[in-house]
Nanobody, 124 residues
């Protein structure tokens, strides 16, 4: 069982940066791959990025490549999402999710545990 808590969201101007954190409980956090997703109003939940259990492998949605960076610190049971060059279309609730399997998947339904989300608002 893993419990996830996101933080770091807020209001930022276009072109700005934010770093989201996903803090996990449980001693086996390093056994889980972690993904970040986002959901804007009236839109489906969208894959953002994913990091492997060791942190050695990452995968991004095409629209986030070069702007977002996912990383993790297993000693701190935390995964981060550094977001740069933010755009108004990045406005959404951002969620982290954990998955026990090491296979790279982007479908939200494949993830077993979810946080409550953190709001990111980018003003133009």
């Amino acid at each position: 069982q893993v419990q996830l808590v996101e933080s770091g969201g807020g209001l930022v101007q276009a072109g700005g940066s934010l770093r989201l954190s996903c803090a996990a409980s449980g001693r086996t956090f390093s056994s889980y791959a972690v993904g970040w997703f986002r959901q804007a109003p009236e839109k489906e939940r969208e894959f953002v990025a994913r990091i492997s259990r060791s942190g050695g492998s990452t995968y991004y949605a095409d629209s986030m490549k070069g702007r977002f960076t996912i990383s993790r610190d297993n000693a701190k049971n935390t995964v981060y999402l550094q977001m740069n060059s933010l755009k108004p279309e990045d406005t959404a609730v951002y969620y982290c999710a954990a998955r026990a399997s090491g296979i790279v998947v982007v479908a939200p339904t494949a993830y077993d545990y979810w946080g409550q989300g953190t709001q990111v608002t980018v003003s133009s």
